[in-house]
């Protein structure tokens, strides 16, 4: 990333003086300022992201808005990685005078308290102090401070609209115009009437109530993503309860229109699926805007809407901050992860915790099938590279902490044998006056899944029947984004709340433009001859063998798959979507049912 000019640029500048400053406790104070500073920067830059998101939308520029998606990811971890190293050149003593960092610290916090994001801004110095200390691996607690938060009165996130018997075209109209759109709407009377008709029909509001719905509330700006943008709200209604309501709004050539309407939790579940795959907003207070999406979906961890939303560092905070207090229970223990034990990966849970944990073996066990392995750094680059490409919310989404500790009696003996034995390259000990410590060089932390074939062991038929579906739209989706997993073993596969199915493995993940797709379809069975591509180099890949590859025991959901998703077993598709991204397109990805949307309501209409 190009930091050469902007706010970013003349910010990292500012390290290169402290070498010119001789007393250590000055040189401390004026880093302290060069960080914060950098910071503001940092926040600034990001504000400016997602008004150039709504731009991107409103402009129907799909590909600028994942490259925005991307810049927002790198620039944290960019300019700390940038920061660390000029501190490395001009304040050295720093990382190995460890006196000196109290001074840091004290300075920072007394310029930052008070503010907003004092909370953001301590994540930051204190990622700076672990990229400083990243060769050393000395671990660094993820916390928000002593300080904790800004204190203060809540911010207005949301916009309050009077209720009534039903959802009204009115109300719908009244959400369009939340975001002041600079394009214009297809057929926004009619989009308003369908959606208002979709959603009392959804909700069962006939109207005989004049009292139903107590109130309204929607979020006081758009959700960006991708190609599509979403408002989101929810209804307050008689008997204290709340109903989600959102809308998902596309932009072609004609103008703006309601594509979906979404009153199900569990579409809202699927859409704000992922950790990483963020949504731009440009609201700005970012605890009441989490709170504000976790009293809309509960069920989906708090760390984990604060990084829907792209503060993922206070997202990485927030959910260390769940482990350690369910851990912190008496008799929380946790031990190896249910299902099948992973050939390159060790997972490692305790029963009500909401998370799985990770790390990478040394060396991988004798089921592993790649060939030579590449190495920990090579598997772990695949899981940490997740962050820039998941923007499916079809792959599980992972943490990844560097250089942190955790109590030992957290992990029961053979599981803590099982980690300094065949992780010890990660893992090892550390003894001091707080008591006895398994240290970790990487921790991969994902939501708690249920394997596919444990959940398929027990599922009843219709349950059954939604999660093999939702398989096939999982493997489309990643597809779509060019993510490939050539290890289409369905013990690679999670299912989460409302059945919805995530890739979590990614050791075998590749881009889907470097795989080589052939098949065997019309050759003779028993041919002497191999095929031409048998003797090429790379990833080869067969369209008709992902059934059996993906090792559904069941009989009828293996047939299924095949009557939903036959064009999956097809060279001809995944042939179409790698010329697609090859073109530069951006393939339309499924985030919500077919029945919510709007459209295929008009088009059954209009068949009637």
């Known amino acids: 990333m190009d930091f050469t000019s902007g706010a970013l640029g003349r910010a990292l500048t500012e390290f290169d003086i402290l070498s010119g400053i001789d007393a250590p406790d000055q040189r401390a104070c004026q880093t302290a300022q060069c960080i914060l500073r950098l910071f503001d920067a940092y926040q600034q830059e990001c504000r400016s992201i997602t008004w150039l998101a709504k731009g991107a939308f409103e402009d129907r520029r799909a590909r600028e808005s994942l490259a925005l998606s991307k810049r927002r990811l790198l620039v944290y971890s960019e300019t700390i990685h940038e920061v660390a190293d000029r501190l490395h050149i001009n304040f050295p003593e720093l990382a190995t005078d460890e006196s000196l960092w109290p001074m840091v610290d004290e300075e920072y916090a007394r310029l930052a308290t008070g503010r907003y994001a004092f ?4 994540a930051y110095i204190n990622s700076v102090r672990r990229m400083l200390y990243k060769d050393e691996w000395k671990p660094v607690e993820y916390s928000f401070g002593k300080a904790g938060r800004a204190s203060g009165e809540q911010k207005a996130v949301v916009r309050r609209f009077p209720g009534g018997a039903q959802v009204t075209p009115q109300l719908i109209q009244a ?7 600079g394009r214009h709407f297809q057929d926004a009377e009619t989009d308003c009437r369908m959606a208002a008709e979709t959603a009392n029909g959804e909700l069962g509001l006939d109207g005989s109530d004049p009292e139903a719905i107590s109130g309204v509330e929607v979020a006081s700006a758009g959700f960006y993503r991708n190609r ?4 989101v709200g929810r209804l307050e209604l008689k008997d204290g309860g709340w109903a989600p309501l959102a809308l998902s709004l596309e932009n072609h050539v004609n103008g703006i229109f309601i594509d979906a309407v979404l009153t199900r939790e569990a579409d809202l579940h699927n859409l704000f699926s992922s950790t990483l795959a963020n949504f731009h907003t440009t609201i700005p207070h970012y605890h009441e805007l989490a709170g504000f999406l976790h009293s809309i979906m509960p069920r989906r961890a708090l760390g984990l809407h604060y990084s829907t939303i792209g503060f993922n560092h206070i997202g990485k905070v927030a959910v260390i901050d769940e482990i350690t207090q369910c851990l912190g229970q008496p008799d929380a223990v946790m031990d190896t992860a249910p299902g099948f034990r992973g050939t390159v990966a060790i997972g490692f849970t305790a029963p009500a915790l909401d998370y799985v944990l990770k790390v990478i073996r040394d060396t991988p066990t004798e089921g592993y099938k790649w060939g030579e392995f590449g190495g920990v750094p090579s598997v772990l680059a695949k899981y940490g ?6 923007r499916t919310g079809s792959m599980l989404d992972n ?7 955790l109590p030992r009696a957290w992990f029961a003996e053979a599981l803590a044998d099982d980690l300094l034995g065949n ?3 990660t893992v090892s000990t550390l003894a001091i006056d707080d008591g006895d410590f398994l240290v970790f060089r990487h921790l991969i932390v994902q939501a708690k899944m249920v394997p596919l074939p444990l959940f398929l062991e027990t599922a009843d038929r219709d349950a059954a029947e939604t999660a093999i579906i939702n398989l096939g ?9 060019n993510i490939f997993n050539k290890d289409l073993d369905g013990r690679n596969y999670g299912v989460g709340d409302f059945s919805k199915v995530y890739l979590f493995d990614y050791d075998a993940l590749e881009d889907l433009t470097d795989v080589k797709i052939h098949t065997n379809v019309g050759r003779e069975h028993g041919e002497e001859e191999p095929p031409d591509w048998f003797f090429e180099d790379g990833i080869v890949f067969l369209p ?8 559904i025991p069941d009989r009828n959901l293996r047939r299924l798959f095949r009557d939903v998703h036959g064009e999956l077993l097809s060279y001809d598709y995944w042939k179409g979507i790698q010329d697609a991204i090859a073109r530069g397109l951006v393939p339309r990805l499924r985030v919500y049912p077919e029945d919510t949307r709007l459209r295929e309501r008009r088009t059954d209409a209009s068949r009637a």
Do not use: K, S
């Not at 909370?119 to 301590?122: G, H, K, S, V």
């Not at 739209?473 to 984004?481: E, G, L, V």
């Open 423 to 425: 992780a010890g390259g």
């Open 119 to 122: 909370d953001l801004a301590n």
């Open 399 to 405: 943490i990844i902490y560097y250089n942190i500790r």
């Open 228 to 231: 599509g943008a979403y408002l």
């Open 175 to 181: 959400m369009l115009d939340i975001p002041q759109f």
């Open 473 to 481: 739209h999982c493997i489309r989706n990643n597809a779509a984004a």
């Open 544 to 551: 008709e063998e992902i059934d059996v590859g993906l090792r």
């Open 385 to 390: 590279r997740v962050h820039e490409i998941n």
